[in-house]
């Protein structure tokens, strides 16, 4: 933009939505400080959705400082390799009663979306950046969605969506930002629990954080340089519980317990006849969605009646199974299950994911300022080339839900994590 030319955009706002991630802050930095030197007003939503969806003018107003910030240019210098969230964050998900189109004109369902769109308007924004996973995106265009059910004199807010997660299991994008750094550090406490399994002459079986993608267990597998990975990309074949039927949903097998800790002892078998006597095992947190229906009964759920993942611990179910098995074949091995995740969410971002950060950030100002985009999901391609991608490639039109990207079992990817493992076969 030329010096003294107005903006199309007299106030913008940014919020982070969902579980933390690595260089969130240079997106956010990034973003407002290009607006910021566009002469745009810019505010930051604190806390994600918590305080949107609960405004009202009356009774719930909005406060500055505790519920918004104007960003100002001190507020940015030294943020972009900072840990943490400077916005803060939170997993409110205003549209979660809104299941498909006809939702969208029900004025109950629509009640939080309503009062967040609302509390937009009267901070008088013009543009939002929404940064977050599949659900802050599904926010994002249910926002989108209703906004066209209202009449024009009821004003508009333009959304641009930048992709957040650690799991790297996004439509529409290579590589999140926060996945490398994510990879960094669990790999580094899988290289150290590697050293004590030598020491020891034990065996480690370690759950490591990414919902239902293996993309962070696969690559802490190769970097932490583990002896055997399992995703669910891997639940075919002989670990399919086919007593247990056909599953919903886009993995359709269970998995079976037993016959994942059966090669777990072949590995321990293989390893101990080649005078190697410790070994690291990655499992892949999503395998716990894939656990028979008589395994998961009584187990803890979210508030949305999913299987609370972290509180599971696979890790040390299949730990304490295998050495169950052993003990009875008589012989005995040390195997302890561990858990790896929260403890990536906001380390010092890697300096791969501060630069991929900051062009998702400045990529989202290019989209709302110079482009004059709506509805949109800004991405990377090639040499971090900046692409847009609509809402309507990304969400379901009916369901109103995304796709999670799973690891293709034909990718290179897929081949070198399995390939470096140990073999069980001649």
């Keep these: 933009m030329e010096p003294g030319a107005t903006p199309t955009l007299k106030r913008v706002a940014i919020i982070f939505s969902g579980g933390p991630a690595p260089a969130a802050n240079a997106v956010i930095t990034a973003a407002a400080s290009a607006f910021l030197r566009a002469g745009t007003s810019v505010i930051g939503i604190l806390n994600g959705y918590s305080a949107l969806q609960d405004y009202n003018a009356e009774t719930r107003p909005l406060v500055e400082g505790e519920d918004y910030i104007f960003l100002q240019p001190k ?3 030294g943020q972009r390799n900072s840990r943490g969230i400077m916005l803060g964050t939170a997993r409110a998900h205003p549209g979660r009663e809104i ?17 967040v769109f609302q509390a937009l308007v009267d901070l008088q924004i013009d543009g939002l950046i929404s940064i977050g996973g599949d659900g802050t995106l599904m926010t994002a265009n249910t926002l989108h969605r209703y906004q ?7 004003g508009r807010v333009r959304i641009v969506h930048v992709p957040k997660t650690i799991d790297n299991d996004y439509s529409g994008i290579d590589f999140t930002f926060g996945f ?8 580094k406490s899988l290289l150290n629990l590697r050293a004590d399994a030598i020491a020891t002459r034990s065996y480690f079986v370690v759950e490591v954080m990414g919902r ?10 190769i970097a932490g340089e583990a002896h055997m990975v399992v995703g669910v990309e891997d639940v075919v074949d002989d670990l399919v519980d086919n007593a247990a039927g056909p599953r919903p949903g886009a993995i359709p097998v269970y998995l079976d317990l ?11 078998e293989v390893r101990e006849a080649q005078g190697k006597h410790y070994g690291v095992v990655v499992l892949t947190e999503g395998l716990v969605e894939l656990l028979p229906p008589q395994v998961v009964e009584g187990l803890p759920r979210d508030e949305h009646g999913m299987l609370s993942l972290s509180k599971l611990n696979i890790g040390k179910m299949v730990a304490e199974r295998t050495t169950h098995h052993l003990q009875e074949q008589g012989t005995p091995k040390k195997i302890t299950g561990v858990q790896l995740g929260y403890e ?24 709302l300022e110079e482009e004059g985009a709506n509805a949109c999901m800004v991405s990377m391609t090639g040499q971090m080339q900046h692409r847009l991608i609509a809402f309507a490639d990304l969400v379901d039109a ?14 290179d990817f897929h081949r070198l994590a399995h390939g470096l493992a140990t073999r069980l076969q001649p």
Aim: with cysteine; aromatic share 6%; hydrophobic share 40%.
């Design 398 to 411: 009916q369901t109103l839900q995304t796709t999670t990207r799973l690891i293709s079992p034909s990718s």
């Design 99 to 115: 299941s498909n189109p006809a939702d969208l004109s029900d004025p109950e369902k629509t009640g939080r979306i309503g009062r």
């Design 180 to 187: 490398f750094t994510a990879v960094d550090v669990m790999s």
């Design 258 to 268: 037993d016959a994942l800790c059966e090669r777990i002892r072949r590995l321990i």
């Design 344 to 367: 990536a969410r906001c380390a010092v971002p890697h300096a791969f994911d501060v630069v991929l950060g900051s062009q998702l950030g400045h990529g989202a100002w290019r989209a």
């Design 75 to 77: 507020d940015l210098r």
């Design 212 to 221: 239902m993608a293996g993309w962070l267990g696969y690559g802490v597998s």
């Design 148 to 154: 066209e059910t209202l009449p024009e004199s009821a």
